[in-house]
């Protein structure tokens, strides 16, 4: 392999790189003007609704004729579609934990308020924190909630006005909570909820039958959006429907959904019946999932979609796969765990592994370099642990690496280092069969052969940044332990762009050039960025080839341009990869030459006395 081959796949990652800048950098802007919004609008830290006071419900439009009445094998909680105007204020009861605060609505038994304690919208300390879970009143409807289906059409089941009763005034880690409703009919509905000390709650649903006649009904568990969430649209990750069913990990995009519901004329956009799995609402850091208490339980889940007034309304749902039919002093229900919180490595691990939750760490969007993306997450964590500071533990983990793969660039930079001294021959070869291309590179190949140099061991240090580059994007984006990570100086959050910018002086002009376009955007760390790349460049042999040379020339000039909106914590990585290669390749390089001048200096070895007075033995056939 040449000169060309090099250039090929220095080409094509160049390629790759633009390629993927170019697909994500509107989304990367809108992503950054939508956290700038946030930090301008930013109110003081807000509270969880308070117990007991009341919620104004704002009606949600009713189909013509009234709400529909339930039939067996309905949809889970498509009863529960309208609230009615009129009523009395709700009751709420307090939910709090170390990690969420919030409140539950006796009205309809819904989860419907709940805010993460310790993560705000924005990295100033006295901004919102997130809220994850909103009511009905809220422009963004987001709650979860359990109810029961009557299948046999004539037995009364709590409705989204139900005003349910409890046994306390408060859901804790010590103190469980139990919601009761007598229907009048001989059936008394319970729902008893529990907590832990982090995002996961349990649901235990029953329905105890005193009547002297079977009753038939169906509970359900269900997480619903009654508007389509902001997404960030970035291709690498994905925000949406997902779960894990049947072993397999089943996303869809709201898109998707969408349109499959509406081929399917108002039908699930997915419906599976499986023994465990989970299912919920994925956003970038955010996640709510359902999934059976127990893991051995046969359950039917759905996504669904349906337009309601106008707007876009998204469910999840898990029931039994069948409906259950309660016989005269029995009791049946449904057990299931809702997770509501932030979708932390460690904590989703734990869940998988205690509970049995399959793929739950999936919920992560680590993509197909699952396999490395997943390991550069713990082993960065890990030095986080030591160092304290991400930024630290990303330059550090960039050491090790560099460490783990010496030897192998070191027969990468040797063989570099040699081309570089063959350059003048090289070029020699090309000038003096400049006519005959065929056999210029003929020569050229005998060059290398009787010089031992490879040239096409000097793509390896290029080609190894690309999957290490891929996955340590992957660990900046996508995990949320990076997010709002301070490294030092003005890098406040590694998982958002430099702030800075070269074209306002960093600063010192009060304007923002990117309003003008977004390429007016070049930062501290990329300019250094770029510089190290193009010290490096220099290091290396030049390219006999006028083009190729000029290309490599650029080559700092694009990165420094195609790096500048990536998160900072990446351009940092790159920065510092770059002075250690400068470092390993001179070292390695001046260790080269050494040897070579060593070598050339020793005297040539002497032929033995008795080799040089041996006659020469006589032809054949001669005497």
């Known amino acids: 392999m040449d000169q060309k081959r090099l250039l090929a796949a220095i080409a094509l990652s160049v390629g790759i790189l633009l390629l993927f800048d170019l697909w994500n950098r509107p989304q990367r802007e809108a992503e ?9 609008q930013a109110p003081a830290t807000p509270g969880a609704i308070a117990p007991g006071v009341p919620v104004a419900q704002a009606p949600v439009p009713v189909p013509a004729g009234g709400a529909p009445l339930a039939q067996p094998g309905a949809a889970p909680g498509s009863t529960l579609a309208a609230v009615t105007p009129g009523l009395p204020p709700e009751q709420r009861i307090r939910l709090e934990n170390p990690r969420l605060q919030g409140s539950i609505s006796l009205r309809g038994a819904r989860l419907d308020d709940a805010i993460l304690r310790g993560y705000r919208e924005t990295v100033r300390p006295d901004s919102a924190l997130v809220r994850l879970l ?75 039958n005193a009547s002297a006649e079977p009753v038939q009904v169906l509970p359900w568990a269900r997480v619903r959006r009654e ?84 707007q876009d309304r998204w469910q999840v749902d898990m029931a039994p796969p069948a409906v259950q039919t309660v016989a005269p002093g029995a009791v049946a229900g449904l057990a299931t765990r809702l997770f509501a919180g932030a979708k932390e490595v460690r904590l989703l691990d734990g869940y998988a592994d205690n509970l049995g939750i399959e793929g739950f760490d999936k919920a992560i969007d680590f993509g197909w370099f699952y396999w490395i993306t997943k390991p550069f997450f713990y082993a960065i ?65 005998a060059l290398y052969r009787s010089e031992k140099v490879n040239p096409a061991s000097g793509c390896l240090p290029i080609l190894l940044q690309i999957p290490v580059f891929f996955a340590l994007y992957k660990v900046l984006f996508v995990t949320i332990e990076m997010r709002h990570a301070p490294f030092f100086g003005w890098i406040r959050d590694l998982s958002a762009p430099d702030p800075t910018n070269l074209f306002n002086l960093f600063g010192i002009l009060p304007y923002d ?58 351009v940092i990585y790159w920065t510092w990869n770059n002075l250690l290669s400068i470092a390993q390749q001179y070292y390695i390089m001046r260790t080269d030459k050494k040897r070579q001048a060593r070598a050339a200096a020793a005297p040539a070895p002497a032929k033995p006395a008795a080799a040089i007075a041996a006659p020469k033995p006589a032809p054949k056939g001669k005497k």
Do not use: C
């Open 513 to 570: 050039p990117t309003q003008l376009s977004s390429f007016l955007h070049m930062p501290a760390w990329a300019i250094a960025m770029g510089i190290t790349m193009w010290l490096q460049f220099k290091l290396n042999p030049t390219p006999p080839d006028p083009i190729q040379a000029k290309i490599f020339a650029w080559m700092p000039l694009i990165f420094t341009f195609m790096l500048a909106s990536f998160p900072a914590g990446l």
């Open 32 to 40: 950054q003007r939508r956290q700038a919004e946030i930090a301008a």
């Open 227 to 310: 508007r389509t969430p902001p997404t960030a649209g970035f291709f690498i990750l994905h925000e949406g429907f997902t779960g894990v069913l049947g072993g397999r990990l089943t996303e869809w995009s709201y898109s998707d959904a969408k349109s499959e519901a509406e081929r399917r004329r108002g039908g699930p956009a997915m419906e599976q019946e499986t023994t465990g799995g989970w299912i919920g609402f994925t956003d970038k850091y955010w996640l709510t999932a359902l999934t059976p208490m127990d893991q051995a339980t046969q359950i039917r889940s759905a996504y669904r979609h349906s337009a309601e007034g106008g």
């Open 134 to 208: 909103a009511p009905r009143s809220d422009a963004n409807p987001y709650f979860a909630q359990w109810g029961w289906t009557a299948a046999d059409g004539r037995t009364q089941v709590p409705g989204p006005d139900t005003d349910w009763t409890a046994d306390g005034n408060s859901l804790t880690p010590t103190t469980p909570l139990t919601l009761r409703w007598d229907n009048g009919q001989g059936q008394e509905f319970t729902i008893r909820l529990g907590i832990d000390e982090d995002f996961m709650l349990t649901a235990e649903q029953s329905v105890r």
């Open 381 to 445: 964590d890990w030095l986080f642990g030591i160092f304290g500071n991400f930024g630290v533990a990303i330059l550090v983990f960039t050491l090790g690496l560099k460490l783990a793969f010496f030897p192998l660039a070191s027969k990468a930079y040797t063989s570099m280092a040699r081309m570089k001294v063959l350059a003048p021959k090289m070029t020699e070869v090309r000038e003096r069969y400049k006519d005959d291309p065929a056999k210029a590179q003929a020569e050229m190949m």
